[in-house]
């Protein structure tokens, strides 16, 4: 089966040299027993591979069983996975399969791999090496024969640098690397996709056909796609839907594709998109921001206190910057008491030659301690409300609760 077979069959549109050489690399693997670990970002499309592996190779009348390891909590992931005994923990009333015992003879699809806890990780490993497990509460060893395949969105070897993901486990699952182009990688491709599902859409709610104007279709591929084929799917069926004039030119395609300038990331450098800041590069934005305005007020107080009191040439001096701190204050403090700096008594003299530094303050630049201030800040301000807390720090829900649990804010 060539590649545009394989296209024909499993519904995959585009003729990018990057996404050609990700279906060969599949059709050739599929044969195997061996490993693959899919890489590519979300939406782009690596549980359709993890089809096309599985339905090419000699397991395809075994079952298949896609299992994504992030949406299982931690406590039960080890019993979904290998089962577990009656009475082995509260609430396992009765034995129950997991889903490699189910799935002997077939193929398991590990999506976000990268998020297993380690005493899990310790236990896929035996499974890689002998095909053997032992069910939650359970001494007795299992034996299974099942081919895995698993994906990620993340580096996975920077979770391994970080002691976060098993270096044994990641090279026995990377046996073959299989990665999937993101759809701004395939800017070909960008406007066939949008032509299908615009398509399909149309048949599926009975209405006129969607027909883009040149302007709309050089946006659709200047655009960056975050969310990648998912997104573009997303984006076409609420056109069909709601659209009223079925050319649609760029102005119109402006109010369902996001404003990309529109964010509170850091600004990319040197070319680097937003993907590549990390937490960490926002909690280092936001302690040198801080760092910055101790420092100003640190030299707003030395000049008063050099200047016995008087404050009027210091405002004159620094509009910009007194402008800003009134503004915040007002923000922030408006219910505080209000401090006035008063002059020296008229009896204590006063050397106006001495030069008096401000003395540097020891802060903690702890990257931990910062981390937990910010979300205990941010669950106060929405009242305990992950969600809100989540969308406040800029980050997924999941990493909040894994956050709170690492640094005990429970």
């Known amino acids: 089966m060539d590649i545009q077979d394989i296209k024909n069959r499993f519904g995959i549109i585009g003729g ?14 599929s044969p195997t027993d061996m490993s693959v670990l899919i890489t590519g970002e979300s939406g782009s499309g690596k549980e359709v591979f993890s089809h096309i592996i599985h339905q090419m190779s000699t397991r395809k009348h075994g079952a298949f069983i896609a299992v994504n390891c992030g949406a299982i909590p931690e406590g039960t992931i080890d019993s979904e996975l290998f089962g577990h005994e009656k009475g082995s923990f509260t609430g396992a009333h009765e034995a129950r399969k997991g889903y490699f015992e189910v799935a002997n003879g ?5 999506d976000e791999v990268a998020e297993l806890p380690l005493g899990t990780q310790a236990r ?5 090496e002998s095909g053997e497990y032992l069910r939650v509460g359970s001494s007795k060893v299992q034996k299974t024969d099942v081919r895995i395949v698993a994906a990620t969105n993340v580096d996975v070897y920077n979770r391994v640098k970080s002691g976060k993901f098993r270096e044994d486990l990641y090279y026995r699952l990377n046996t073959v690397p299989l990665r999937i182009p993101a759809l701004h990688e395939r800017k070909e491709d960008i406007y066939l996709l949008f032509r299908k599902f615009s398509a ?12 883009l104007e040149p302007d709309a279709i050089q946006m659709l591929s200047n655009y960056s796609w975050p969310g990648n ?7 076409a069926e609420q056109i069909c839907v709601l659209e009223k004039d079925r050319n649609v030119n760029a102005a119109a395609l402006l109010n369902y594709i996001p404003n990309e300038s529109a964010t509170n990331l850091p600004m990319a450098i040197n070319g680097s998109s937003k993907e590549d800041y990390t937490e960490r590069d926002i909690l280092y934005k936001v302690l040198f921001d801080m760092k910055k305005d101790m420092m100003e007020l640190k030299k707003l107080v030395a000049e008063i206190i050099q200047s016995g009191g008087n404050t009027s040439h210091i405002m004159a001096d620094n509009p910009h910057y007194i402008n800003q ?5 007002d923000q922030t403090i408006s219910h505080e008491p209000t401090f006035t700096i008063k002059k020296p008594i008229q009896n204590t003299p006063v050397d106006y030659n001495y030069t008096h530094e401000a003395e540097e303050v020891e802060e903690s630049l702890s990257l931990i301690d910062k981390e937990s201030d910010l979300i205990k800040k941010a669950l106060k301000k929405h009242k305990g409300k992950r969600k809100f807390a989540a969308q406040e720090l800029g980050i997924s829900e999941r990493t909040l609760y894994r956050k709170i649990k690492e640094l005990n804010l429970t």
Do not use: H
């Not at 077939?106 to 590990?110: M, R, S, V």
């Not at 084929?229 to 984006?235: E, P, S, T």
């Open 200 to 211: 399909d859409f149309s048949d599926k709610y009975r209405s006129p056909g969607i027909q």
């Open 124 to 128: 896929l490993l035996r499974i890689l």
């Open 325 to 329: 701190l009134y503004q915040e204050v």
């Open 16 to 29: 990018s040299p990057l996404l050609n050489r990700a279906i060969d690399i599949a059709r050739q693997v």
């Open 229 to 235: 084929v998912r997104q573009l799917k997303n984006i």
């Open 106 to 110: 077939g193929t398991i699809f590990l």
